[in-house]
């Protein structure tokens, strides 16, 4: 009875938490969308008959994101994939138009009490072309970060491990991060990861979290989990939870995950081939998600044995420190995406101790990969996805020393 009641309360907050998220978020995106109308329509000549297009192209665009959400949250089809789509690619627009409205406003400022503006650059013609010039190379820097997300490249890693691997001296890994498999990640870039997988011809295969992005259904509508069936490993492809499969719902999603041919790692631990580990830990917002608490990662890796080499899958990439001292060997990471659009990598770069790219600490060695795909809009600037081909080596025992002399 105490747990019924445990868990009714537990759910109730859960709601009202995500109510009170909603709200904020909702009102943030709004006050947002309003600020670069209303600049907008300044710079728009009263008696120009654009302004009443202006207008309800702007609700339309604005509105679709969160159009689409609802959507799909009722049935997904190809209308709620339409709204997705225009309202994911109208975020990145927002985003950039809003660093335009303001870097324009405060050069406003600045010459209203410092006057070093022309006259000319004043006046009602100037603001609409500076209104064109920023819808230009907004448009532009949009499209071009799309073409960059859509055109991912092979990151290669050569690391060396000073353990003997049970005689494996050398071990092939190719790493994806963040696929975000949804709506936005569908079929054809499904392929495409899987193909470029594939083709590197690796030992193993690690994802290291979001591999589903939030919602499950649009992944079973499109049947994404058949391409994840053709990923070949003879030594296993493993994943763990991202905080996206958490905010869709964990069991689900790993369960689907499962279905179709990943071994998903839950704060648990794999001994491969009698001579590595592979360790993967539950994702940090578990206990937000779930209220339960995940495994430390000391606590993980405290029966096993350590003069074997220890491979960590840990989605987001905090307290480093702690898996030096537990004895990993090599972690792997994402979530970051390394602020996926520019200038947010300097945020990243603020919260996260490496928020892309290879770190040694110690004698453990750390990668954080930006990722494959995407949240949010389809679009990434400052940095490319990327499928890390991760070439590993051990050190050599005893007995293939003595084997290679006597040969």
């Excluded at 101790?353 to 400052?382: A, C, D, L, Q, T």
């Excluded at 050599?396 to 003595?402: F, N, Q």
């Amino acid at each position: 009875m105490h747990v019924c009641l445990f868990l009714t309360l537990f759910k109730i907050m859960k709601n009202y938490q995500f109510l009170i998220f909603f709200s904020v978020v909702l009102l943030v995106y709004s006050a947002i969308n309003y600020y670069i109308y209303h600049r907008a329509m300044q710079a728009l000549p009263v008696e120009s008959g654009i302004r009443i297009w202006f207008k309800w192209v702007f609700l339309f665009v604005s509105g679709s994101y969160v159009i689409g959400r609802v959507l799909e949250r009722i049935q997904i089809s190809a209308l709620s994939s339409f709204f997705v789509w225009m309202g994911s690619f109208w975020l990145a627009v927002m985003f950039f138009s809003l660093l335009a409205v303001v870097m324009i406003d405060l050069i406003r400022v600045f010459n209203h009490f410092l006057g070093f503006l022309p006259q000319s650059w004043v006046t009602q013609k100037a603001a609409l072309n500076a209104l064109g010039i920023s819808l230009f190379l907004i448009l532009s820097t949009v499209l071009a970060g799309y073409l960059n997300a859509i055109n991912p490249r092979f990151r290669n890693l050569e690391i060396v491990i000073n353990k003997p691997a049970n005689g494996i001296r050398e071990l092939k890994i190719a790493m994806a991060s963040d696929i975000h498999m949804g709506t936005i990640i569908g079929p054809r870039r499904m392929e495409k990861l899987v193909d470029s997988i594939n083709l590197l011809k690796p030992d193993l295969i690690l994802l290291a979290g979001d591999i589903v992005d939030e919602d499950l259904g649009p992944v079973i509508r499109q049947n994404l989990g058949e391409s994840l069936r053709k990923l070949k490993a003879p030594m296993g492809v493993y994943g763990i939870t991202g905080n996206h499969e958490y905010i869709g719902g964990a069991d689900a999603a790993v369960s689907y995950l499962q279905d179709h041919g990943i071994t998903m790692l839950r704060d648990s631990v794999i001994k491969v081939a009698d001579a590595f580990y592979i360790a993967g830990r539950e994702d940090r917002d578990k206990p937000r998600f779930s209220g339960k608490a995940r495994m430390q990662v000391d606590q993980l890796l405290e029966k096993i044995d350590k003069t074997l080499p220890v491979i960590l899958m840990d989605h987001q990439p905090f307290d480093l420190q702690k898996a030096e001292a537990a004895g990993v060997d090599l972690q792997l990471s994402g979530h970051t995406h390394d602020g996926q659009i520019w200038p947010l990598n300097y945020i990243t770069q603020a919260i996260f101790e490496v928020s892309m790219g290879y770190k040694k600490k110690g004698n453990s060695h750390f990668y954080i990969s930006p990722g494959f795909g995407g949240w949010g809009p389809p679009v990434r600037i400052g940095n490319r996805p990327e499928i890390v081909n991760i070439k590993v080596r051990f050190k050599p025992d005893e007995k293939s020393i003595s084997d290679s002399r006597k040969n």
